[in-house]
């Protein structure tokens, strides 16, 4: 049987790169989470997992990521990723994730909406939201990333 992850992480990172996969790459770095192996999940944050923005996972761990990225190679151009986590109590959390060109703002305010309205489709009570974003102005080669990351 698979565990149940009982803490998680909010992070988010902005980066230039020669490449968009090292730019992606240097993003993650940013954010602190370069050194493990991201498994891309959907948007359930187990019940009762706990923040822990220190939560230590060694190198190469494979681990429950919910993340938003975008790379682009316009020069100029604003981009920007957000994760939020929806809370409720008593029951299990729901992540939204969201990358775009646009500012830092409107990607929060985009997390906001999707939490709020898979909690009411969900007909649970909405506790509190966490946000976690950043923003980057395109100089080459650039990415944005913003992630919740699950560990034990």
């Known amino acids: 049987m698979i565990p149940v992850p009982t803490?998680?992480?909010?992070?988010?990172g902005a980066a230039e790169g020669e490449h968009r996969l090292t730019a992606f790459d240097h993003a993650l770095l940013k954010a602190?989470?370069?050194?493990?192996?991201l498994v891309r999940i959907s948007s359930i944050l187990p019940p009762g997992a706990q923040q822990d923005?220190?939560?230590?996972i060694a190198p190469g761990t494979l681990a429950p990521t919910a993340y938003g990225s975008i790379c682009s190679e316009t020069p100029g151009k604003k981009i920007a990723a957000a994760v939020g986590v929806g809370?409720?109590?008593?029951?299990f959390?729901?992540?939204?994730e969201f990358a775009g060109e646009c500012g830092k703002e409107e990607a929060e305010a985009r997390i906001t909406s999707m939490?709020?309205?898979a909690f009411r489709i969900?007909?649970?009570p909405l506790k509190e939201i966490r946000i976690k974003s950043v923003e980057h102005v395109v100089e080459?080669?650039?990415?944005?990333?913003?992630?919740?990351v699950l560990g034990y």
């Open 122 to 124: 969900r007909n649970l």
């Open 115 to 117: 939490i709020a309205e």
């Open 53 to 56: 923005q220190d939560l230590d």
């Open 7 to 12: 803490k998680f992480k909010i992070v988010a």
């Open 140 to 148: 080459k080669t650039a990415s944005a990333l913003a992630a919740v």
């Open 87 to 91: 809370l409720s109590p008593d029951t």
């Open 32 to 37: 602190g989470i370069a050194n493990i192996n």
């Open 93 to 96: 959390g729901v992540i939204m």
